[in-house]
Nanobody
Framework: VQLQASGGGLVQAGDSLRLSCAASVERTFNNYAMGWFRQAPGKEREFVAA????????YYADSVKGRCTISRDNAKNTVWLQMNGLKPDDTAVYYC??????????????????WGPGTQVTVSS
């Protein structure tokens, strides 16, 4: 599985961004639950959001709940993270990850088998 995140950039506080993660898979994309994580400079990687293989169940970190929406289109092998009301604390490299045969969305990074290279999000105050 190869994952490629895109859509990051430099924005101002209060702006929105939509991150995309395109997957190249040998199995069908709906065999994977998907997640987004982020890592800010000097900090550990942290969970942001996850979605089950069907796209019907989602899970968010408290820090982004109400501001972010994760979605997916299995026909397009793509998962998105819509981020609204961005804050400087959201500045980080954002990674998408795939959980093989994941039944439910999970916040545990150890559950994910594949990771993309990340996309930088910088929010200025």
């Amino acid at each position: 599985v190869q994952l490629q995140a895109s859509g990051g950039g430099l924005v101002q506080a209060g702006d929105s961004l939509r991150l995309s993660c395109a997957a190249s898979v040998e199995r069908t994309f709906n065999n994977y639950a998907m997640g987004w994580f982020r890592q800010a400079p000097g900090k550990e990687r942290e969970f942001v959001a996850a979605i089950d293989w069907r796209g019907t169940s989602t899970y968010y970190a408290d820090s982004v709940k109400g501001r972010c929406t994760i979605s997916r289109d299995n026909a397009k092998n793509t998962v998105w993270l819509q981020m609204n009301g961005l804050k400087p604390d959201d500045t980080a490299v954002y990674y998408c990850a795939a959980d093989t045969y994941g039944v439910a969305p999970t916040s545990q990074s150890s559950d994910y088998d594949y990771w993309g290279p990340g996309t930088q999000v910088t929010v200025s105050s």
